[in-house]
């Protein structure tokens, strides 16, 4: 059966009330919280979620995979500091439902997937035309995407047992990479900025706990 995809006034209020939650738990970038406002999180979920896309949790997206819960999405996003036409490298698309948080913000996304397939189920993403400006890739986030580098901002949205040297490469001078960096069995949220001597500026900010970044492709 064909699914109906809804955003009805219920919805809108459940998300009026988690981007309440998210300015009590310290997010205050208004773009970022405008973009969690405007995109219908239950369309990303299958429909048995429906009444709960809305709390502050991840959920089980198929292929032992989770989207986000929104905190740490907004969390990301927040410290990304995106503005529009920057070109923003994602690591681990999964749902789509980050990639357009970013999109929303009017980043050009390029976004990497390496389970063949929940890539595959992004041919039929709800929001391609809204969200032309995502670019889904089929492949190893490890690598990055050297034919379209350098990016001015990467996320990386699983646990990184080390710091991608090839993504740093692949970022521009001035850039920044968030990324979630394994600590026994935690993750310690990082912020990355490359400076001008292509020395790297490291600043840790919270504890997360994400599914992990893993090496090569699954098909
Ligand atoms: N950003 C996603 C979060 C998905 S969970 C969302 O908003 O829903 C993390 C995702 O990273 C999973 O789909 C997992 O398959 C993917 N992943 C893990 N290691 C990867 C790698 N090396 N390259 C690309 N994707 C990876």
Do not use: W
């Not at 970038?29 to 405008?34: A, S, T």
């Amino acid at each position: 059966m064909l699914r109906k995809f809804e955003d009805t006034y219920q919805h809108k209020g459940l998300r009026k009330q988690l981007v309440q939650q998210l300015r009590d738990k310290g997010i205050s970038d208004e773009n970022v919280l405008n973009a969690i406002n405007n995109i219908p999180r239950h369309f990303f979920l299958d429909s048995a979620f429906d009444k709960i896309a809305y709390e502050d949790r991840a959920f089980p997206i198929g292929e032992g995979q989770t989207i986000s819960q929104p905190y740490t999405v907004a969390y990301q996003t927040q410290l990304l500091n995106v503005k529009p036409n920057e070109k923003v490298l994602e690591i681990g698309t999964g749902s789509v439902y980050q990639a357009s948080v970013l999109a929303e913000i009017g980043a050009r996304v390029f976004t990497i997937e390496r389970q063949k397939k929940l890539y595959d189920k992004h041919r039929n993403f709800i929001f391609r035309n809204k969200y032309p400006n995502i670019k889904f890739f089929y492949g190893d986030g490890f690598e990055g995407l050297p034919t379209y580098a350098p990016f001015d901002k990467v996320i990386i949205t699983a646990a990184a047992p080390f710091i991608p040297p090839k993504l740093i490469n692949q970022m521009k001078t001035g850039g920044v990479m968030v990324i979630p960096l394994d600590e026994e069995n935690v993750q310690r949220m990082l912020r990355i900025t490359k400076l001008e001597d292509g020395s790297l500026k490291e600043e840790a900010f919270e504890q997360f706990s994400f599914v992990p970044m893993l090496q090569g492709k699954n098909d």
